[in-house]
């Protein structure tokens, strides 16, 4: 019996290691007495798995996984300034792929090409091409792990919806439509009038996301390399006095008459649970929502959320004139029913980075933690549990509605969440988020910082646009236009050469 219960231990110990970047072995577990630091935001979306699965983890190999947490406004630069001074308090991190071309210039990161290439457990191949590119590549090496895969997408009440024999909104004039009928009708049975559309737009809670979503439509129509942020001749910022961003900025503006009056001041998880105890007929947000719906401890609308890529757009900004034109064949060639969809990868997705400056080994745990939540057993359940703030992103998450229906969704839920997803991802005229130098100051900086004002009244859209634009000229300006240029053009996929 003795001899029998070795054998087991033994077999146990090499179930538990397999699969692992860096094998359990005879003299013990891989990682046994490291500790990685890892550092990520406030969530508790994101950071969630990093705490479920961290000790699971150390029983696999021995490393303790130690988590901080700073609000999202603070991570950018609490890496930054943990990293450049040398201070060196983290091993990891959990980072957006928009900071790729600050870390990686600046020495933070460490490559992770030759890790990936060694590691047959992470089944490289089945993510998505897209989060592979956009989320793990820079400058044609490997610096993050994806763990996440974002699209904006809009969510609809499909009861009340159909109740009122309205289909969901291609056009944002059309989401407004809907959101103008159903504010101030009880959503919900409580006696109590409840909301059109609820979209969270407080100041440094990345709501400043949701206007480029506005702008998409009539700011991109070529195809994903067109790009929406600058001209890519000129690069004179997009986001400026035109009007095609002016009525962006509007739009943008008066579903405000249609939310909570305190709306200015809700977060991303203010509007979800609006959304989720049925207070709001529409919402914005990523995948997440599709998730949290099925949560019972949380959602009130189970089986009640339709999922629809992001309302477009049918007349479209001619740069040459500086006009907005009518979408036809030529100034839209992808529009469908004559709408111009330009689905956003907003923020694209959240990824695991390890630091340049750590120990040899301590890197080879943080990635090796990395790849655990990465690979698919893990990522193929977290993907479905609201919580964890992780959003499809492996091909296999997407070929089958079985785990999604095996976590709560009933079958015409699963297809149409993905279908929605798998549209944004497929989209021609998909478009990128900033990923250049300074991304962090164009985008969470100064177009947070004037959007709220404009919220606030403090300026009327032609001044809040012409203010982003004359912000977003010093800041190229400052860290050098040209090189801006050249960089623009290589994340959209335009040679430079």
């Known amino acids: ?19 692992m970047a860096g094998k359990t072995n005879a003299q013990g577990k891989q990682f046994e007495g490291l500790t990685v630091n890892v550092l990520s935001f406030t969530g508790p979306q994101v950071t969630e798995p990093l705490l479920r699965r961290g000790p699971d983890f150390e029983a696999l190999t021995g490393a303790n996984i130690e988590v901080t ?15 450049s001074t040398g201070t060196n308090s983290y091993d990891a991190f959990v980072m957006s792929p928009q900071w790729n071309a600050d870390y990686v210039n600046a020495g933070i990161l460490e490559n992770l090409s030759s890790y990936v290439a060694n590691d047959k457990d992470i089944a490289w191949d089945d993510i998505a091409p897209f989060f592979r590119n956009y989320i793990a ?111 962006a900025l509007e739009l943008f503006k008066e579903t405000s008459k249609y939310g909570p009056a305190d709306e200015l001041t809700l977060d991303l998880n ?3 649970d609006l959304f989720l105890t049925g207070r709001c007929a529409l919402t914005m947000d990523w995948g997440d929502i599709g998730s949290l719906s099925i949560d019972p401890e949380r959602s009130k609308v189970q089986d009640l959320v339709g999922t629809v890529v992001i309302p477009g757009a049918k007349e479209v900004l001619d740069r040459s004139t500086g006009e907005l034109v009518p979408c036809d064949s030529t100034t839209c060639p992808y529009a469908i029913d004559g709408v111009n969809y330009a689905p956003f990868a907003a923020f694209g997705g959240w990824g695991g980075a390890v630091s340049a400056a750590a120990d040899q080994k301590v890197k080879d745990a943080a990635y090796a933690f990395f790849s ?7 990522s193929n359940v977290d993907v479905t549990i609201g919580k964890s703030g992780y959003n499809p992103y492996r091909l296999s998450q997407f070929s089958s509605t079985d785990p999604w229906v095996q976590a709560g969704f009933s079958e015409t839920a699963a297809k149409n969440y993905l ?11 998909m478009v990128l988020d900033l990923s250049i130098p300074s991304t962090n100051r164009y985008l969470q900086v100064t177009l947070d910082t004037v959007v709220s004002q404009y919220l606030a009244g403090e300026f009327t859209a032609e001044e809040a646009a012409q203010e982003i634009f004359n912000q977003w000229n010093e800041i190229s300006s400052e860290v050098g236009r040209d090189a801006q240029q050249q960089a623009y053009l290589a994340s959209l996929g335009i040679s430079t050469k």
């Open 1 to 19: 019996m003795k001899k029998m219960r070795v054998i087991f231990a033994l077999v146990l110990a090499v179930l538990l290691g397999f699969g």
């Open 270 to 272: 203010s509007t979800r």
């Open 137 to 247: 590549t820079y400058a044609g090496n490997i610096y993050v792990v994806p763990l996440d895969g974002d699209f904006h997408m809009v969510y609809y009440r499909t009861d009340v919806f159909e109740k009122a024999g309205l289909q969901p909104p291609h056009t944002w004039e059309e989401y407004l439509e809907a959101a103008a009928k159903f504010n101030g009708q009880d959503l919900n049975g409580d006696s109590e009038a409840d909301y059109g559309s609820c979209i969270p737009k407080v100041r440094q809670g990345q709501s400043f996301w949701w206007i480029v979503d506005f702008a998409s439509g009539r700011l991109q129509s070529q195809g994903t390399g067109q790009g929406i942020f600058f001209n890519t001749e000129t690069f004179d910022p997009l986001f400026g006095p035109n009007p095609a961003f002016i009525k």
């Open 372 to 378: 655990y939540l990465n690979q698919p057993a893990q």
């Open 69 to 83: 947490t700073v609000p999202f406004a603070e991570l950018y630069n609490s890496i930054l300034t943990d990293q």
């Open 419 to 429: 279908g929605a997803i798998e549209g944004s991802l497929s989209s021609p005229n």
